[in-house]
């Protein structure tokens, strides 16, 4: 291969690995001082390549805040520096109230603004959590969500998502976390007419209590929508942990939940 084509080849792979951001959801769990070090240390491990992390279902209580302090904590001994951002509790029934967190390399992302949506407090249990981050002049916004049981219709508060980019038209939202509901199902039919595309399709991301002929995952839970717009997806991928471990048992200390991630570029 002749040396400039080389050349060209390299300067086209910076580029692109300068230009881009890499994002991941978890649903951790009920995330509080249940989690022992070396569950925190587990988790710092998986996560520690990406550059925005979204956290569902932190403890409201006592133990959930100091858990993403310790997880951030952890994630500043290996190598980069991390800061973090947790809501106040969501404004559903007593025993649904959690809390959300971003988690972030700051010397690759900026924060700009983070704040609880109360707009729709009383139409949403869990309302989303939003983070608005710059990446080399362009900013994005995280748009952290954990939904209602499946048995309690989690469409219901899903569908108001569509008012959503209207209502903040100078925002890039990224819409990410639990939804409890499929991509596939009708009610994600608004965004995508808005050009909202799903990173994820038949992608179950729940763990069973037990494998069964080595399915380990239950339901398309999790997932990740962007504008495609406005972002261009590079790369997809989750994360199966369970598999690090003997038993389903052991692996639900860490989550019932794999992460979903991804790798964008800002157009």
């Keep these: 291969m002749p040396k400039k084509i080389i050349a060209l080849f390299f300067i086209l792979w910076s580029c692109l690995s300068w230009s881009q951001v890499k994002l991941c959801s978890w649903n951790l769990s009920n995330f509080g001082k249940s989690k022992s070090d070396e569950t925190i240390a587990f988790i710092a491990n998986t996560v520690k390549q990406y550059d925005v992390v979204a956290i569902q279902e932190v403890v409201a209580g006592y133990g959930g805040a100091q858990a993403v302090a310790r997880l951030a904590d952890e994630l500043n001994r290996k190598g980069a520096q991390w800061d973090y951002a947790i809501s106040d509790p969501t404004s559903g029934s007593s025993h649904k109230k959690e809390r959300y967190a971003f988690i972030w390399k700051t010397a690759t992302v900026r924060k700009k603004k983070i704040w609880l949506e109360k707009k729709y407090h009383l139409a949403i249990d869990r309302e989303p959590y939003f983070g608005s981050f710059d990446y080399k002049g362009k900013e994005f916004t995280v748009v952290n969500f954990h939904a209602i049981t499946r048995k309690k219709q989690p469409e219901t508060e899903i569908k108001?998502?569509?008012?959503?980019?209207?209502?903040?038209?100078e925002n890039n939202l990224i819409f990410v976390g639990d939804f409890n509901c499929p991509q596939s199902h009708t009610v994600f039919n608004p965004l995508k007419t808005m050009g909202y595309r799903s990173v994820f399709k038949n992608?179950?991301?729940?763990?069973?209590?037990k494998c069964k002929k080595q399915e380990c995952l239950a339901s398309e839970f999790d997932n990740i929508f962007y504008n495609s717009q406005k972002v261009k997806l590079l790369t997809k991928n989750t994360h199966l942990f369970y598999k690090n471990f003997e038993t389903m048992p052991l692996a639900r200390k860490i989550s019932d939940h794999i992460p979903v991630c991804f790798t964008f570029m800002l157009l």
């Design 160 to 169: 108001h998502f569509k008012k959503l980019p209207s209502q903040y038209p």
């Design 203 to 209: 992608q179950k991301t729940s763990l069973k209590l």
